[in-house]
Structures are given as structure tokens and as C-alpha cells.
Nanobody
Framework: QVQLVESGGGLVQAGGSLRLSCAAS????????MSWYRQAPGKERDMVAT???????RYADSVKGRFTISRDNAKNTAYLQMNSLKPEDTAVYYC????????WGQGTQVTVSS
């Protein structure tokens, strides 16, 4: 069983930056994918960025060039650096850990004011 603890959300003005963290603990296999998803009110949960244990990354088109996903395998922690934030980035951001099945974090609110 894997547990995820997210941190780093908050309120920021448009154009600002935030960094989210997701720490995984428990039964962690070395081969895994850590991801960030987001869900705005009334909308579906969408993938924002993913990173494999080997460091391969993938981004949603809407965040390319603004967001960067990274990870520290020694700490089993993934990060999402979010720059040039826009009001449309406002959502609850969820961390996901996938290794055979997917475990979800509790979510952290990101609010970008215009």
C-alpha cells in the first residue's frame, strides 16, 4: 500500500509561481510513474504532467513551457514547479502514484487570481 502526502498549494496572483510536492511512502516498487492531475469545479480530472521512475516526462499542452515536473527517487517525492500561472490554472491538484495500480493523494487547492 502506498500513501501520498501533497503540499504547496495556495493563492497566487496571475503570473506568479508555486511549487507542489508529493511524498510517497509505503510499498513502493522501483518502477513507477508519478503524476499530477487537476480538477476545476464542474470539470473532469485532467492529466497535467507525468514522470516515470526513469525520468521520462509528459505534459498537457496547456502547461507546456510553464510547468516542470521532477522527482527525487531517493526521497520518493515528485514536484511540480508552476510558473506564469493563469486564472485558468485554478483547480484542485492531485498527485497520483502508479505501479500496477494507481494511488491518489488528497488534493491541494491552487487558486490563481487575475
Amino acid at each position: 500500500q502506498v500513501q501520498l502526502v501533497e503540499s504547496g498549494g495556495g493563492l497566487v496572483q496571475a503570473g506568479g509561481s508555486l511549487r507542489l510536492s508529493c511524498a510517497a511512502s509505503g510499498s513502493i516498487f522501483s518502477t513507477n510513474v508519478m503524476s499530477w492531475y487537476r480538477q476545476a469545479p464542474g470539470k473532469e480530472r485532467d492529466m497535467v504532467a507525468t514522470i516515470t521512475s526513469g525520468g521520462i516526462t509528459r505534459y498537457a499542452d496547456s502547461v507546456k513551457g510553464r510547468f516542470t515536473i521532477s522527482r527525487d527517487n531517493a526521497k520518493n517525492t515528485a514536484y511540480l514547479q508552476m510558473n506564469s500561472l493563469k486564472p485558468e490554472d485554478t483547480a484542485v491538484y492531485y498527485c497520483a502514484f502508479t505501479s500496477g495500480w494507481t494511488t491518489w493523494g488528497q488534493g491541494t487547492q491552487v487558486t490563481v487570481s487575475s
